[in-house]
C-alpha cells in the first residue's frame, strides 16, 4: 500500500482504527458493502477503500471525514463522536493550491459583466431615440388634418333650418282638408207594416216587423244598413235632414248609409 501524501502519519493510523471498527459492526450485522452503498449513497469504491485503508482511494481527509460520519450513522453509532478523534489539523495547506486560480474566474468574467452593461446601456439608448423620432413623426399628423378642417365651412351657409318647415305646413294642410267623422242618425216613420233589418257598424241591431206609426231612431259610427221588405211604407230623415221613402210601395230594398257622408247606397232586393 502507498502512502498518500495527504494524510499525515497519525492520520493513517486513525483511518486504519475506523476502517476496521466499521468493517466490523457491519459484518456483525450481516450488512454487505453494496447494501450499506445503496443507502449511505457512499460509493461501493471508497466503502472499500475506508475498511482497507487503501489511501490511494480515499479522497483527501476533509472529504473522508464526511464519508466517515455518515457511514458510522448508517451503523447505528453517533457519527460526531465516532470522527472526533480524527484530527484535520495542517491538512488544509495543501488544498491552498485549488483556490488559486479563483480569482483569475473572477477577472475573466468581469469584462464579460461590463460588456453587458454596455450592451444593455446601448439598447436602450437606440430605444429612445427611436421612441423620440416615432413621437414627432405622430405630432406632424395633427398640422396636415388643422389645415383640411375649414373645408366643412360651405356646409353651415346651407339652409338647413328651412327644411323642417315643409313637412309641418303639409301637415297643417292635410290636417284642416280632413273632415271629422261624425255618426250617421236616422229618424224612422212607419207609414205602413214592414219587416226591417238594421245593421250598424257590421253588427245587426234589430231584425222583425213595425207596424204602422212605430217610430225608431237609429245610429251608427261608420256605416248604417237598412233592409227593408216593404220601402214604400217606411219614411226616414237622415241626421235632422227632411223625410222620404226608404224606396217604393212594396219593393224590397237595402240602402247604406256611411257616416259624414250625405248620399246613401241603395240596391234592390
Known sequence: MTQNSNFRPEQIEKIKELGSDLQEIRQTRSLSLEQVSTKTLIPLRSLRAIEEADLEVLPEPIYLKGLLKRY???????????????????????????????????????????????????????????????????????????????????????????????PQSATSISTAQRPPEQPVTVDMTLKEDCWLQIVADGKTTFEGTLNKGDKRTWEASQELVIRAGNAGGVEIAVNDEQAKPLGEPGAVETVTYQASEDSSESQGG
Open 72 to 166: 458510522a450513522q448508517f451503523l447505528g453509532l453517533n457519527g460526531t463522536e465516532f470522527i472526533a478523534d480524527f484530527s484535520l489539523d495542517n491538512t488544509f495547506k495543501a488544498l491552498t493550491p485549488s483556490w488559486k486560480p479563483l480569482p483569475s474566474r473572477r477577472k475573466r468574467f468581469f469584462p464579460l459583466y461590463l460588456l453587458y452593461v454596455l450592451g444593455v446601456v446601448s439598447a436602450i439608448s437606440a430605444f429612445s431615440a427611436f421612441s423620440q423620432r416615432s413621437a414627432l413623426e405622430v405630432g406632424n399628423v395633427p398640422k396636415a388634418e388643422t389645415q383640411t378642417s375649414p373645408s366643412p365651412k360651405p356646409i353651415r351657409e346651407s339652409p338647413v333650418a328651412m327644411s323642417p318647415r315643409v
